[in-house]
């Protein structure tokens, strides 16, 4: 299994510009999420998807869309890119949407700078 | 908003000695997870504890919960070289969405092992 995969590991963005993280894991997992890591704040949630068709919004979902038409894949969209969205994102995946009593399974991350 | 909390920010410590981290949260949890995370890469999973637990081993990890004084701590013996990383507390949070519930972690240790 490749477990979480994300592409592309590095991209810069002019403001305004939009672009589309992509996601996929192989284990079969029923929740997928979106995090931003920024320095001294964190990792904090932006989306969540329970499965197949069901998306949520999370602590910080401004600026960000996303879709869940297959198990596998979560992309993240960003529709008109801003400094304020320069981060890692982080997309992770567990085989429930009890996320409490669930092990997360992070992929690599995407470090995006907004110019 | 940030539901834990890490203390230390950072801390460095000599190979062999034990390293502690400590978590307080907010509200009231149902568990309470320790994530790790190299630089550069995602979060790895390390243990979780649930809140009618006040202890958990893995390995040379050793895990507390105070609920009473909502705070975890967790200790790594005979630390080694390998064992710089930051470490992440995360607990359970019900965002408005409802239905499903998501993680929210704290702003994380950094531990560095000197050889």
């Known amino acids: 299994n490749a477990g979480v995969t994300q592409t592309p590991k590095f991209q810069v963005l002019k403001t305004g510009q939009s672009m589309t993280l992509q996601c996929a894991q192989d284990?079969?997992?029923?929740?997928m999420s979106w995090y931003r890591q920024d320095p001294g704040m964190g990792l904090r949630l932006i989306h969540y998807s329970v499965g197949a068709g069901i998306t949520d919004q999370g602590e910080v979902p401004n600026g960000y869309n996303v879709s869940r038409s297959t198990t596998e894949d979560f992309p993240l969209r960003l529709l008109s890119a801003a400094p304020s969205q320069t981060s890692v994102y982080f997309c992770?995946?567990?085989?429930?949407?009890?996320?409490?009593?669930?092990?997360?399974?992070f992929g690599p991350g995407t470090r995006l700078t907004v110019l | 908003s940030q539901q834990g909390e890490e203390d230390p920010q950072a801390l460095s410590i000599q190979e062999g000695e034990n390293a502690t981290m400590n978590c307080s949260y907010k509200t009231s949890i149902n568990n309470l997870q320790w994530y790790r995370q190299n630089s550069g890469r995602g979060l790895v999973h390390l243990i979780l504890?649930?809140?009618?637990?006040r202890e958990k081993h893995s390995g040379r990890l050793r895990v507390t919960l105070d609920t009473s004084k909502k705070s975890s701590s967790l200790l790594i013996t005979a630390s080694r070289a390998a064992d710089t990383a930051s470490y992440f507390c995360a607990t359970d949070h019900m965002y408005s969405g409802g239905g499903a519930d998501g993680l929210t972690f704290g702003k994380g240790t950094h531990l560095i092992i000197q050889p």
């Open positions: 992770a995946s567990s085989y429930s949407q009890l996320t409490s009593t669930d092990t997360q399974y």
């Open positions: 284990m079969n997992h029923e929740y």
């Open positions: 504890i649930r809140s009618n637990e």
